[in-house]
């Protein structure tokens, strides 16, 4: 069994920053891309970057400038730094990662962390 927890959610002011993490822990045999995804209401979940094993980046048109995706492959935790946060950027945030267990490889998803960002 595989977790993902995030955690650094919460509520900030517009043009503030936040930090998102994400740990998996469980039957790791390693781990592949990770990525993080948002939720807001009424609207679909949608990428919002992704980061490979050997750091690759990819990132929602959108965001590149204002968010970075970081990984530490020895701690199986990826980062999210949100930068110049407004309000559309208020969802749920989810981490995502896709793990390689005894068995062959997964996707598994975090239950997701709230960010609020007021104007």
């Known amino acids: ?3 993902l927890v995030e955690s650094g959610g919460g509520l900030v002011q517009a ?3 936040l930090r998102l993490s994400c740990a998996a822990s469980g039957s790791i045999v ?3 891309a990770m ?3 948002r939720q807001a ?3 679909q ?3 919002v970057a992704s980061v490979t094993r050997g750091g690759r980046t990819n990132y929602a048109d959108s965001l590149k400038g204002r968010f970075t995706i970081s990984r530490d492959n020895t701690m199986n935790t990826v980062y999210l730094q949100m930068n110049s946060l407004n309000a559309e950027d208020t969802a749920v945030y989810y981490c995502n990662a896709d793990v ?3 068995l062959g490889s997964q996707t598994y998803w975090g ?3 709230q960010v609020t960002v007021s104007s």
């Open 30 to 32: 390693s781990i592949n």
């Open 100 to 102: 390689v267990v005894w």
């Open 41 to 43: 209401p009424g609207k």
């Open 1 to 3: 069994q595989v977790q």
């Open 35 to 37: 990525g993080w995804y």
């Open 111 to 113: 239950r997701g962390t």
């Open 15 to 17: 043009g503030g920053s």
């Open 45 to 47: 979940r949608e990428l």
